[in-house]
Structure formats: structure tokens, C-alpha cells
């Protein structure tokens, strides 16, 4: 028990360490800020939600003491709880359903993704209040917000003369950053889960099984998910936002089933290297051909891709 306490009360500390580290607001601390759910996540994976959820508490507690009310509100909903909620999602199972006695079946990993696409959509729908309550106010709010950091960043304080390429650009980011906040919050959570169960099972706490990534499945329901918030997201007002942006999140779900895919039907090629890491390094530079990973994603749910390889290829040849 005594151990438990001091494992949540350290992850507390170095969660609220790192999201404390944005208001420096240089590079490195940003980065360090989306690495703030990482702690949360290896409590509850090596340890327990409970020891988890003390560390919530911890971490939020030396935000309000240090800081203000504002950063404990704001770690909680936006780091905390949904860090506590995924740790505890990702270590549910229940008996096999196979007949064996002692097996379990443990929460399948397509599911986390998905719940990490809700929980991206939730926090972005929570933000948008903030900027204003309205559509016309939302994006009038999130406009002056930019010109308010482009303003500090060149030393300027007249306004933005209108019709400049500069206020073309203003008014593509209004639209843009929400469904871009959807899917960087996204793959944000699915990462942090991803490096907390590396964690974790490198010091050999993990009592889950180490999943197959390259066999993950997305529930049947996700295209029909998406199929409605493509269609929601011409709504008027913030209820086609909030659409929008669960539209672009569920896109990066598919986008990772993508990603599993391509690494399924190139195992055994000699080129499997080349052509993953091409990929890798396509998205990360152009950003773009994600979206035709997401098109592979959406193509092996109604096609079963892997299987039609696998079926191809038959079974391995065994070697004398």
C-alpha cells in the first residue's frame, strides 16, 4: 500500500512538472506539455488506476497551490482524468470465452484508439467555449488569438491591414485548427499510451499481453461513426465544429489501422524497410498522406485486406 502512495504521488509530481512546463512557452516545453499524460498512464499500467488517480489528485493539487485554479481545471479535464480513464480502460479483462479456466481477454487495443479519438473531440469541445459560444464568436475569437501571437512574435501592435494574404491565411487556420486539434490530441493519447506500455513492460509490471499492433482492429462501428460526423459537420454553428473535429479524429483512427495494415501485407518483403520507412517520412514531412493511410484504413474494413494477403500467400514455407 505504501508503495502505491509514493508511486502515485510521483507520477503527481512529474505530471504537473511537465504540463507546468508550457506557461515557459519555449519548443522543448511544449513538447514536454504533451508528454504531461505519460506518468498517469504508467501508474495505472504497472501499477493500478487507483494509484493513477492519487496521482491526479497530486498532480492537480501542486497546480492550484503553485499556480491558480485555471491550471488545475485545466489539467484534470484535459490531462488527467482522460490519462486515468485510458490507463484504466487498457488493463480491463474478463474470463476467455474460449472455455480455458485461467485465460483472460483483455480490452481490445482498437477500442483504446477509438476512446482516444472521443476524448480528443471532448477536450476540443470544452476548449471551444473559450474562444466564444456561438459560431461567429468562436471564430472571431480564435482569429483575434492568432493575431494577438502574431503580434508578439513580430513586436507589432496595429491591427492586420484586411485583405493581405496574411488575413487569407488567418481565416484558413479558423477553420483549419479544430479538426488539426482533433487529430494532433488524437495521436497525442494514443502515443503516451503507447510509451507508457513500453515503459512498463521493459521493468516487467505489465500483466497484459503485448498486442499485435499490426493485427489491430477497429470496432465495426467506427466507418458508421465517421460516415455521421462527415455528415454532421455540415451543421450550422458549433454543433458542425464539434462534428468536424470528431470526423478528422476518427480519420487518424483510421489513418493508425492504415499503419497496421501496411505492416501486416509487407512482412516477408525484402523491401519492407524501404517502404515503411517512405511512409513514415512522407507523413511526417508533407503531412497530407495520412489521409491515404486513411484511405488503406477505411478499405480494410470493408475489404479485409490482411486476410485476403494472408490467404494469398498461404502458410509460411518451413526451411531445411
Known amino acids: 500500500m505504501a508503495q502505491l502512495v509514493l508511486i502515485g504521488v510521483g507520477a503527481g509530481a512529474a505530471a504537473a512538472l511537465l504540463f507546468a ?87 481490445p487495443a482498437g477500442r ?51 485583405g493581405t494574404e496574411l488575413n487569407h491565411l488567418l481565416e484558413l487556420l479558423v477553420v483549419a485548427i479544430p479538426p488539426a486539434a482533433g487529430v494532433l490530441a488524437t495521436l497525442t493519447n494514443v502515443i503516451n499510451l503507447w510509451l507508457a506500455g513500453r515503459i512498463v513492460k521493459l521493468s516487467g509490471r505489465l500483466r497484459r499481453p503485448w498486442p499485435d499492433l499490426s493485427a489491430l ?50 512482412r516477408g518483403m525484402d523491401a519492407r524497410p524501404f517502404l515503411l520507412g517512405g511512409t513514415y517520412a512522407a507523413v511526417i514531412v508533407f503531412g497530407w498522406p495520412v489521409l491515404a493511410m486513411s484511405m488503406l484504413g477505411l478499405a480494410e474494413t470493408a475489404f479485409n485486406i490482411r486476410v485476403r494477403v494472408a490467404t494469398k500467400r498461404g502458410p509460411p514455407s518451413v526451411r531445411t
Open 112 to 162: 483504446l484508439v477509438l476512446w482516444a479519438a472521443l476524448i480528443a473531440t471532448l477536450l476540443v469541445a470544452i476548449a471551444i467555449p473559450m474562444f466564444g459560444t456561438d459560431l461567429a464568436s468562436f471564430q472571431a475569437g480564435l482569429r483575434g488569438a492568432f493575431e494577438r501571437a502574431l503580434r508578439l512574435q513580430q513586436g507589432e501592435t496595429p491591427s492586420l491591414p484586411p
Open 21 to 107: 512546463a508550457v506557461a515557459t512557452g519555449s519548443i522543448v516545453a511544449t513538447f514536454l506539455f504533451y508528454l504531461a499524460p505519460l506518468p498517469i498512464l504508467i501508474a495505472a499500467l504497472g501499477w493500478s488506476h487507483w494509484t493513477a488517480l492519487l496521482a491526479v489528485v497530486v498532480a492537480g493539487g501542486s497546480l492550484a497551490a503553485v499556480l491558480d485554479l485555471f491550471f488545475l481545471a485545466a489539467f484534470v479535464a484535459g490531462v488527467g482524468l482522460p490519462a486515468w480513464w485510458l490507463g484504466y480502460l487498457s488493463m480491463l479483462a474478463r474470463p476467455a470465452t474460449n472455455g480455458a479456466g485461467t485465460d483472460l481477454e483483455w480490452y
Open 217 to 266: 482492429m477497429l470496432p465495426s462501428y467506427a466507418p458508421g461513426l465517421l460516415a455521421g460526423a462527415i455528415g454532421g459537420s455540415f451543421l450550422p454553428d458549433l454543433l458542425g465544429v464539434i462534428c468536424s473535429v470528431f470526423g478528422a479524429a476518427l480519420l487518424m483512427t483510421f489513418a493508425l489501422l492504415g499503419f497496421a495494415v501496411l505492416h501486416s501485407i509487407t
